[in-house]
């Protein structure tokens, strides 16, 4: 690439001179287990605090792997053999992950957190080859920046972990793209090739269109060299390695559903061809702005540089003092041509959701730094008589190193002020660790907090959960058949569900009465009107208590700059940057002996003095979280749990 010509990395200077010298590290160059390390330290924190963001990965993904490791699950209508547009390949890779985590542990959110533990480490591995190829055949410094892009940017932070087809195509993507530029080996186009072709087809069948641009590149590369024979080999070995993945993908799903099940090619079918009433817009619609917002909000600064790297190469080639051949041009655009055109086709689709971006955060962080790259050897300019040279050294670093620190610091505040202001879901539900608060046959209901629900890992193996109406009105999931081996999970998944549909009807079949309810998962917004289906159950001190209580960020209550970074650091002290009111996701259970609240908060807090010797007042009822349950289980009669 042009950029790798205008700076070479070191390793183009060993060839010269005295070949008994020592050649000196780049400044710019980690060595790749250090990267490595990197890489996985920000994957890791991810894996353990990274809300889940999308409903679609708790119930089509971390459910169906529920229901194989445990015998029982949510199912969505994407199960059904009747439509089967979700692979139970990609499910299968992750059960086995679960499975073993059962040799040394049967508490079912370690399962969960060493699933999301081995997504880390998997990411990791993918981060760290592509860094290696981008410093090894483009420049160290490039690579650099990449690693830092990669590591402190808020979209990794959540992608890397995702339990999600789009996360395993951005993993495949990696690798792919790593073929391309590292061209060392007979077979690197067919290797590329069956890397995107694997995400394509066990991961997002869309995800295929970030090949084209490369694949274009080598093919009108080879005919102006004369290998055109050889390329075209190569992208038949390709063809040949993805066809025996979809043979391993067709065996599994038609294995599960018991019938023939081509899976990529359902997926297609739906979404482009499913005709009126059905495909994704059915989902929800968003404005064509929607994917610039949401990569702003996500990538900050490296979006921008990731969108302006097109016009900079052309600039740098019309402008640059030297002389780039069209062949290093065509290779230059080819590499960074794969985000715009996944950019291009998402932003025409009515349907957006953020998991749609992905597959190309690997092409958008590459484009960012290679755009940083080009800039930084424009400023490090020091030629008489140009606007650079005319700056101070001391001047352009303590500028770029602001620039960088200021980038990085947004990216830090926007991950974790998604962890504080939206973990709630994966914290309240520890209380029902505590032993002796649920028994055999409870049921733990879900109404407006559906979505929310961080799957049946975190419910005990005793407890189901179920829907209570709410005001929405869509297709909420069913039950697999329960299964407690091989023969009978395939009996579950071969059979039609009774109330299913591709249209997002709502089935009431999917409903119980409250009054079956033995926890409850509600929410309280101040912000947000209360309903005859949407009551304010938290404050309903007569008919509920609250066994778990945290604070979440009310968005719709929120100014734009609180929910973009969200906490500020002042004096040592997190403090809410234009956070609204107050808001919670609690867990409740009716009461059955009804004592007095009041008097028992009373209780709590003279007790907590006494043995503390410190005041600690309970200002709201969301304050009954910091409450031990193992108070409740000593009070006689007030709390029956």
Same mark, same amino acid.
């Given at each position: 690439? *042009?950029?790798?010509?205008?700076?070479h990395? %070191?390793?183009? /200077?060993s060839?010269?001179?005295d *070949?008994?010298?020592?050649r000196t590290?780049?400044?710019?160059y980690?060595?790749l287990?250090?990267?490595f390390y990197?890489?996985?330290?920000? =994957?890791?924190i991810?894996?353990?605090?990274?809300?889940?963001?999308?409903? %679609?990965?708790?119930?089509?993904y971390w459910?169906?792997? /529920?229901?194989?490791?445990?015998?029982?699950?949510?199912?969505?209508?994407?199960?059904?053999?009747?439509?089967?547009? +979700?692979?139970?390949?990609?499910?299968s890779?992750?059960v086995?992950?679960?499975?073993i985590?059962?040799?040394w542990?049967?508490?079912?959110?370690?399962?969960f957190?060493?699933?999301?533990a081995?997504?880390a480490?998997?990411c990791?591995a993918c981060e760290t080859?592509?860094?290696?190829?981008?410093?090894r055949?483009?420049?160290?410094?490039i690579?650099?920046?990449?690693?830092?892009?990669?590591?402190?940017?808020p979209?990794?932070f959540?992608a890397?972990?995702?339990?999600?087809?789009?996360?395993?195509t951005?993993y495949?993507?990696?690798?792919?793209?790593?073929?391309?530029l590292?061209r060392?080996?007979?077979?690197k186009?067919?290797?590329?090739i069956?890397?995107?072709? !694997?995400?394509a087809?066990v991961?997002?069948?869309?995800?295929g269109a970030? $090949?084209?641009p490369?694949l274009?590149?080598e093919?009108?590369?080879?005919i102006?060299?004369?290998h055109?024979?050889?390329?075209l080999?190569q992208?038949?070995?390709g063809?040949? +390695?993805?066809i025996?993945?979809?043979?391993?993908?067709?065996g599994?799903?038609?294995?599960?559903f018991?019938?023939?099940?081509?899976?990529p090619w359902?997926?297609v079918a739906? =979404?482009?061809?499913?005709?009126e009433?059905?495909?994704p817009?059915?989902f929800g619609?968003?404005p064509?702005?929607?994917?610039?917002?949401?990569?702003?909000? =996500?990538?900050?600064?490296?979006?921008? $540089?990731?969108?302006?790297?097109?016009?900079?190469?052309?600039l740098?080639a019309?402008?640059?003092?030297?002389t780039s051949? *069209?062949q290093?041009? $065509?290779?230059?655009?080819?590499f960074?041509?794969p985000?715009?055109?996944?950019?291009?086709?998402f932003?025409v689709?009515p349907?957006?959701e953020? +998991?749609f971006?992905?597959?190309?955060?690997?092409?958008l962080?590459l484009?960012?730094?290679?755009?940083?790259h080009?800039?930084?050897?424009?400023?490090?300019?020091?030629k008489p008589?140009?606007?650079m040279?005319?700056?101070?050294?001391?001047?352009k670093? &303590?500028a770029?190193?602001?620039?960088?620190?200021?980038?990085?610091?947004?990216g830090?505040?926007?991950s974790?002020? &998604?962890?504080t202001?939206?973990g709630?879901p994966l914290?309240?539900?520890?209380?029902l660790?505590?032993p002796g608060?649920?028994?055999?046959?409870a049921?733990?209901c879900l109404g407006?907090?559906w979505?929310?629900?961080?799957?049946?890992f975190f419910?005990?193996?005793s407890?189901?959960?179920?829907?209570?109406?709410?005001e929405?009105?869509?297709?909420?999931?069913g039950?697999?058949?329960?299964?407690?081996? &091989?023969?009978?999970?395939?009996?579950?998944?071969?059979?039609?569900p009774?109330g &299913?549909?591709? +249209?997002?009807?709502?089935?009431l079949?999917?409903?119980?009465?409250?009054?079956?309810?033995?926890?409850?998962v509600?929410s309280?917004?101040?912000?947000?009107?209360? !309903?005859?289906?949407?009551?304010?159950?938290i404050?309903n001190?007569k008919?509920?208590?609250v066994?778990?209580?945290h604070?979440?960020l009310?968005?719709?209550e929120t100014?734009?700059l609180g929910?973009?970074?969200?906490p500020y650091?002042i004096?040592?002290?997190l403090?809410?940057s234009?956070a609204g009111p107050?808001?919670?996701?609690?867990?409740q259970k009716?009461?059955?002996? $009804?004592g007095?609240?009041? *008097?028992?908060l009373?209780?709590?807090?003279?007790?907590?003095?006494r043995? /503390?010797?410190?005041?600690?007042?309970?200002?709201?009822l969301?304050?009954?979280?910091s409450i031990?349950p193992?108070?409740?289980?000593n009070?006689a009669?007030?709390?029956?749990?």
């Amino acid at each position: 690439m *042009s950029s790798s010509e205008d700076e070479h990395s %070191d390793d183009s /200077h060993s060839s010269h001179g005295d *070949s008994g010298r020592k050649r000196t590290p780049s400044p710019f160059y980690l060595p790749l287990n250090v990267a490595f390390y990197a890489f996985l330290g920000s =994957n890791a924190i991810a894996a353990a605090y990274a809300p889940i963001q999308d409903c %679609d990965e708790i119930f089509n993904y971390w459910e169906p792997t /529920h229901y194989l490791d445990h015998g029982y699950g949510l199912q969505t209508w994407e199960y059904s053999p009747e439509y089967s547009i +979700r692979s139970w390949l990609y499910v299968s890779l992750h059960v086995v992950v679960g499975m073993i985590t059962r040799i040394w542990s049967s508490n079912k959110k370690t399962q969960f957190y060493v699933i999301r533990a081995v997504l880390a480490f998997v990411c990791a591995a993918c981060e760290t080859r592509l860094y290696s190829a981008i410093s090894r055949t483009l420049n160290k410094r490039i690579g650099l920046l990449f690693l830092i892009i990669t590591i402190f940017s808020p979209g990794f932070f959540h992608a890397s972990t995702a339990f999600l087809p789009s996360t395993f195509t951005m993993y495949t993507s990696m690798l792919g793209l790593t073929a391309f530029l590292d061209r060392r080996g007979q077979n690197k186009i067919a290797e590329g090739i069956m890397w995107f072709g !694997t995400g394509a087809i066990v991961g997002w069948p869309f995800s295929g269109a970030l $090949l084209l641009p490369l694949l274009a590149e080598e093919v009108l590369t080879s005919i102006f060299s004369g290998h055109l024979g050889n390329t075209l080999w190569q992208i038949v070995n390709g063809c040949i +390695r993805c066809i025996v993945i979809l043979g391993l993908e067709i065996g599994v799903d038609s294995l599960f559903f018991q019938k023939f099940a081509f899976v990529p090619w359902n997926i297609v079918a739906y =979404n482009v061809f499913g005709g009126e009433g059905r495909g994704p817009n059915i989902f929800g619609t968003e404005p064509w702005t929607f994917y610039i917002r949401n990569l702003l909000l =996500n990538f900050n600064v490296w979006f921008i $540089l990731a969108a302006s790297i097109a016009p900079l190469l052309i600039l740098q080639a019309l402008f640059g003092g030297r002389t780039s051949s *069209s062949q290093t041009l $065509l290779r230059s655009l080819a590499f960074v041509s794969p985000f715009y055109l996944w950019q291009a086709i998402f932003t025409v689709q009515p349907h957006k959701e953020e +998991r749609f971006m992905y597959p190309a955060y690997p092409f958008l962080a590459l484009n960012a730094a290679l755009a940083l790259h080009l800039i930084l050897a424009y400023v490090g300019t020091n030629k008489p008589g140009t606007l650079m040279g005319l700056i101070p050294g001391k001047v352009k670093l &303590m500028a770029v190193a602001a620039f960088m620190l200021l980038s990085i610091n947004a990216g830090l505040l926007r991950s974790v002020g &998604m962890v504080t202001a939206y973990g709630a879901p994966l914290k309240v539900y520890d209380a029902l660790d505590t032993p002796g608060v649920v028994q055999e046959g409870a049921f733990l209901c879900l109404g407006k907090e559906w979505y929310r629900f961080p799957s049946s890992f975190f419910l005990p193996q005793s407890m189901r959960a179920k829907f209570v109406k709410s005001e929405f009105s869509g297709l909420l999931p069913g039950e697999f058949p329960g299964g407690n081996n &091989m023969q009978a999970l395939l009996a579950g998944t071969s059979a039609i569900p009774t109330g &299913m549909n591709d +249209r997002n009807e709502e089935d009431l079949s999917k409903y119980v009465d409250i009054s079956q309810c033995t926890f409850l998962v509600d929410s309280y917004f101040p912000g947000q009107p209360t !309903t005859d289906l949407e009551p304010d159950y938290i404050h309903n001190k007569k008919d509920w208590e609250v066994l778990a209580c945290h604070q979440f960020l009310d968005a719709s209550e929120t100014p734009t700059l609180g929910r973009t970074l969200q906490p500020y650091i002042i004096s040592g002290v997190l403090i809410r940057s234009g956070a609204g009111p107050k808001s919670y996701i609690a867990i409740q259970k009716p009461l059955k002996n $009804l004592g007095h609240l009041e *008097s028992i908060l009373l209780e709590y807090v003279l007790d907590y003095d006494r043995n /503390h010797r410190r005041p600690k007042p309970l200002k709201n009822l969301c304050d009954l979280g910091s409450i031990p349950p193992e108070y409740f289980l000593n009070t006689a009669g007030a709390f029956d749990l």
